[in-house]
């Protein structure tokens, strides 16, 4: 899905248009946060599993070309063909020769924000062939010609009146139906026609195991299995970054992985897949598409732990109340906003600065990312490399020359002061973007540092 | 024990009653504390804008004013964590290194290591605490929801102290502001919708102030209920733990 080049702060903006939306946003996903707190308090072990995943992460990373090579062995070994794209385009184009070669041109298609970042659908579009998502929030926002909005909830930002139009419209639903079973019906007899016919289903990838060459995909709704038991071939894409060693090791993501996301113990469906069935054909396709170069990045490597759990959006008092389509991003969120600028920085200058610092990210995420610490460096790396606007560079370095000479410093002060007191609509004006809905602090006539003076020296 | 006061900029600017405050609760309880004068700004509103490479500046000024001391005590969770992760020094990274030991924001400061335990204060009113983010992810200074762990709460250990006063409880114990620093200003809907939302929860709760360790904080949200026309009031906590009958 292609999108405009507004910024993230004119997006949130148009989002806060309607605040009765912001507020039911903000309440959703704040209600995820607290079936996300209920659960993992339940587990007097949460802090060690996090530990113990973040570590597990952190020598995958580290060996990665050496557990990659392991995985493609093992799964050749059972019978999978192997892939490996360096980017976007030669994932596409590798899904499509696939595709071509057993002359199909329809795909259902299960979660995979893989698919997104590389704008899968969109390729396969230009060149014939029909994709339907068939996660129920994913066939929604595909309905409605939108982006997801959330990695784990595709459409959490729309109404259930909203989908009522949207399936009465393509789904042929009663017009003004929104009951939610009756919907998810509709979608489910919808969805059942597509799994029937299609030849070629490709799912995402949750872990890899570089130990047995499986992977395994986790689905509430069990449409991955669905779509990919019946058809001939199954592709699975995979980010190089979702490999884990051993076997074993799915016994601390899996407890961490849903309850981070929903505060479920563990998603309904975790599949494991590992040989094709009798006559049928497994593909798996392993892409970097910029993690080699993030994983080059030092201060942003362990970004490339995450498990695409969404605990960091669901915390996070911006994404809130921006929705997930102000980030312009596949991923949106804090976690989106350090990966993206990796992808093309220039693009995506914005995002670290959409953020307070304020640091839940960082303690809800399962895997220990110093998401908002990342945020702080990407924004130096940003202003290094150039995306700073002129207007702010010159306020900063402004700035950093009046608190770097005292004297000046308690001369723009006073002077700032005495502005303020006897001219109040100087700093009080709709120009002021604090005072388009904040009063200004009152200024004193007497600085601290001014009553110091006369009181203790 | 010699300790150094660090006034942030705007403390020093707008809110100097919070920085008497803070100046006469360390002397009423004996200690020996000095302002240096030529302070200005712990370049934090630099930094966190992604220009952390023109705060030389305040970094040096900052090792010059402070480095003589055996403690930096300051009125500011957000400034204070700037220090501790950010001070550095071309000319003396050794007394850079030995400040960002020895800088301490007030709360933290009296129950660690004055280790205060009883305050003679009095403050009758409901008042609502807001848990500044970096006071308490960055700092610590009290539990985080987010993780699973023993609670407890350094600034409540303070305000439990106090004569009189009424803690009332928040439906959302540790929820930014949306102060941000430039982020109030580049980002003004959510930065807006942030503050409103935060002080609808203590007021809902009856609170008459609303309290903080940080005034960042506290502006930020003192803008939005003078906007309404609330009679909420903000003041920060070194104003109630320095409130005599």
């Known amino acids: 899905m292609k999108q405009s080049t507004m910024d993230h702060a004119a997006r949130a903006n148009d989002f806060n248009r309607d605040e009765e939306r912001v507020n039911w946003h903000d309440e959703t996903l704040w209600w995820i946060r607290q079936k996300r707190d209920l659960s993992v308090n339940r587990l007097p072990e949460w802090e060690e599993l996090r530990e113990a995943a973040s570590q597990i992460k952190h020598n995958a990373l580290s060996n990665l070309h050496g557990y990659l090579q392991a995985f493609e062995a093992n799964a050749i070994a059972n019978g999978v063909k192997v892939h490996w794209a360096a ?16 002359g199909i041109n329809r795909m259902v298609k299960s979660k995979s924000m893989l698919t997104e970042e590389c704008h899968l659908n969109d390729y396969l579009a230009e060149n014939g062939i029909e994709v339907i998502d068939s996660d129920l929030g994913e066939r929604i926002v595909q309905l409605a010609n939108e982006p997801p909005s959330h990695i784990v909830l595709p459409c959490i930002h729309k109404k259930k009146g909203e989908i009522g139009d949207l399936f009465h419209r393509h789904l042929g639903s009663a017009e003004g139906e929104t009951d939610p079973q009756v919907l998810t019906e509709t979608a489910r007899q919808h969805l059942r026609e597509v799994f029937l016919t299609r030849k070629a289903a490709l799912t995402g990838v949750n872990f890899a195991v570089a130990e047995t060459g499986e992977f395994v995909v986790c689905t509430n709704e069990g449409n991955a299995d669905m779509g990919a038991h019946l058809a001939d071939v199954h592709i699975a894409a995979m980010g190089i970054e979702k490999i884990i060693p051993l076997r074993k090791h799915l016994s601390i993501f899996l407890r961490l992985l849903t309850r981070s996301a929903t505060g479920q113990p563990i998603t309904t469906y975790s599949s494991h897949f590992k040989t094709p069935a009798a006559g049928k054909e497994m593909h798996v396709i392993l892409v970097d598409n910029g993690r080699s170069t993030q994983l080059g990045r030092e201060d942003f490597r362990n970004s490339l732990k995450c498990i695409r759990c969404g605990a960091c959006m669901n915390t996070c008092p911006v994404y ?11 991923i949106a969120g804090p976690i989106g906003s350090i990966l993206a600028p990796n992808l093309d920085m220039k693009q995506h200058a914005d995002l670290p600065f959409a953020s307070t610092l304020c640091g839940s990210c960082s303690n809800v995420c399962p895997v220990k990312i110093d998401i908002h610490d990342q945020l702080y460096k990407w924004r130096q790396v940003i202003v290094k490399e150039g995306y700073a606007p002129e207007a702010k560079k010159l306020m900063m370095k402004g700035m950093a020359l009046t608190l770097s000479s005292p004297a000046f410093y308690r001369f723009a002060g006073k002077a700032g002061r005495t502005v303020m007191r006897l001219a109040p609509f100087a700093a009080g004006n709709k120009l002021n973007p604090w005072y388009n809905q904040r009063d200004m602090p009152e200024a004193p006539a007497q600085s601290f540092a001014e009553w110091y003076k006369k009181n203790r020296l | 024990m010699r300790i150094g006061l660090f006034i942030p900029c705007y403390v020093d600017q707008f809110y100097p009653k919070a920085a008497i405050a803070t100046l006469q609760l360390l002397e009423k309880l004996g200690l020996d504390v000095d302002f240096p004068l030529r302070q200005t700004c712990c370049g934090q509103p630099m930094a966190n804008s992604g220009f952390e490479h023109l705060t030389g500046g305040c970094n040096e000024l900052f090792v010059d004013n402070f480095a003589a001391f055996d403690y930096i005590v300051c009125p500011s969770g957000s400034c204070t964590l700037h220090i501790k992760q950010h001070l550095h020094s071309h000319k003396n990274e050794a007394a850079a290194t030995a400040i960002r030991g020895k800088v301490y924001e007030l709360v933290e400061f009296l129950t660690d290591i004055i280790k205060v335990k009883h305050l003679e204060a009095s403050f009758p009113h409901k008042v609502g605490l807001h848990q500044s983010c970096h006071g308490q992810r960055g700092l610590h200074l009290s539990q985080m929801t987010e993780l699973v762990a023993a ?35 580049t980002e003004e809907a959510v930065s807006v919708k942030m503050g409103k939302d935060r002080v609808e929860d203590h007021v809902v709760a009856g609170a008459e102030y609303i309290t903080a360790a940080d005034l960042s904080c506290l502006m930020h949200m003192e803008g939005i209920l003078r906007r309404q026309n609330s009679p909420v009031k903000v003041i920060h906590i070194a104003q109630i733990l320095n409130a005599a009958l």
């Open chain 1, 87 to 102: 980017n976007a385009d030669e994932h596409n184009r590798i899904v499509h020769n696939i595709l071509k070669s057993h």
């Open chain 1, 320 to 330: 809130r109340r921006s929705g997930g389509h102000s980030y312009h991003s596949a």
């Open chain 2, 151 to 185: 609670p407890y709460s350094k600034p409540m250990q303070l305000l439990n102290m106090v004569k009189g006063i009424n803690m009332v409880p928040l439906k959302r114990a540790d929820e930014c502001c949306g102060f941000g620093g430039t982020f109030c200003v």
